[in-house]
């Protein structure tokens, strides 16, 4: 299959691709890995005339750590995530969930700022970054505004990004000492998409019961969303085997789940709170009071 007639655009710097964006208008998209928008305009489901590639943008392809925030710009692959030092060390549940997206071909191309920007359903990334409690930066030329991960996520492949700007960057704390945390998820067997995916983290007070709980699902909804009822169920809880399934059993409430030929919408539901379960055990077994 190949893909409509388009103007290819290589940007050198942020400010050279808003520049592009703003003048080219709404026919331009942004290239980062490509292994999203190219097999979806291989297939004619996206048509831009103008592609404009940031791929060799510098300023976005670093991870750094700035006081207390390690930053993570757009451009950096799945596969510079899931092997980063600093990543591993201090947001360990973000490079395991870059582990498991797709394959070594896919991690080596695919970016964090292009996963998250697509907005796919079923990508890994969004429950962990969501459980993370993630800020994005989002640059225009009219400036920079910075929007929580919780925001990002409007719809199905939507987004808080505007047309005119640039997802520049992913601000992160770093995982608390001693939390513990886990990322599980179901793939769909030919690509490795999450059917469920479910990212959580939890902190144990001194007297061994929850006191901060993060669940993040994706994969069975539109939108990737923070299981908040789970958390509630859970927090000031001791995290024994009758709380963490009365917990995980909140773990649909009030979603609208997804339906296609991979899974109906009940199975996806009920993957849900076993996935969740597990999640919350495998992370609670990691924690180090
Ligand atoms: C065979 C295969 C298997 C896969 N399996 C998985 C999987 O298991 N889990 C998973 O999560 N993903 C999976 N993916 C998707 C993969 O992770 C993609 O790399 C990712 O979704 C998109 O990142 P990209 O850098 O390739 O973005 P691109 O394809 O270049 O761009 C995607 C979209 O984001 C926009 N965009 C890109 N960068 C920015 C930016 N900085 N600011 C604003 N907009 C931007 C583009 O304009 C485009 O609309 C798979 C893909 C393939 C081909």
Redesign the pocket.
């Known amino acids: 299959m190949f893909p409509a007639t388009f103007e290819y655009h290589r940007a050198q710097s942020v400010k050279e691709a808003l520049s592009l964006l703003k003048r080219l208008g709404d026919g331009a998209?942004?290239?980062?890995?490509?292994?999203?928008?190219?097999?979806m305009m291989k297939l004619r489901l996206a048509q831009p005339s103008h592609l404009i590639d940031?791929g060799g943008v510098r300023e976005?392809s670093q991870i750094s750590e700035e006081g207390n925030k390690i930053l993570i710009g757009?451009?950096v692959t799945?596969s510079e995530i899931a092997s980063s030092p600093l990543i591993k060390q201090k947001l360990g549940l973000l490079a395991d969930c870059a582990a498991e997206?797709?394959?070594v071909q896919?991690r080596n191309?695919?970016?964090i700022?292009?996963?998250l920007?697509?907005a796919?359903p079923?990508?890994?990334?969004p429950a962990a970054v969501l459980a993370l409690e993630a800020e994005l930066e989002l640059e225009s030329e009219q400036g920079t505004r910075t929007v929580k991960a919780q925001d990002f996520f409007v719809d199905l492949m939507t987004t808080a990004?505007r047309p005119d700007?640039?997802?520049r960057r992913v601000v992160f704390a770093p995982i608390p000492q001693g939390a513990g945390y886990a990322y599980l998820k179901h793939?769909q067997p030919a690509?490795?998409?999450?059917i469920v995916g479910v990212a959580a983290l939890v902190t144990l007070g001194k007297d061994g019961s929850c006191e901060k709980v993060r669940v993040g699902i994706t994969g069975i909804a539109p939108k990737p969303f923070r299981a908040t009822a789970v958390e509630s169920a859970l927090t000031g809880k001791k995290p024994d085997s009758t709380a963490l399934a009365a917990a995980a059993a909140h773990a649909a409430d009030g979603v609208d789940c997804l339906s296609d030929i991979h899974a109906s919408s009940e199975f996806r539901a009920e993957l849900a709170r076993v996935y969740t379960r597990r999640a919350l055990e495998r992370a609670i077994a990691a924690c180090k009071p």
Do not use: N
């Not at 079923?122 to 990334?125: H, T």
């Open positions: 998209k942004l290239l980062s890995g490509g292994h999203s928008l190219i097999p940031i976005l757009a451009t799945h997206i797709g394959d896919v191309r695919g970016t700022g292009g996963s920007a697509h796919d079923a990508a890994d990334y990004l700007e640039i997802l793939p690509s490795g998409f999450a």
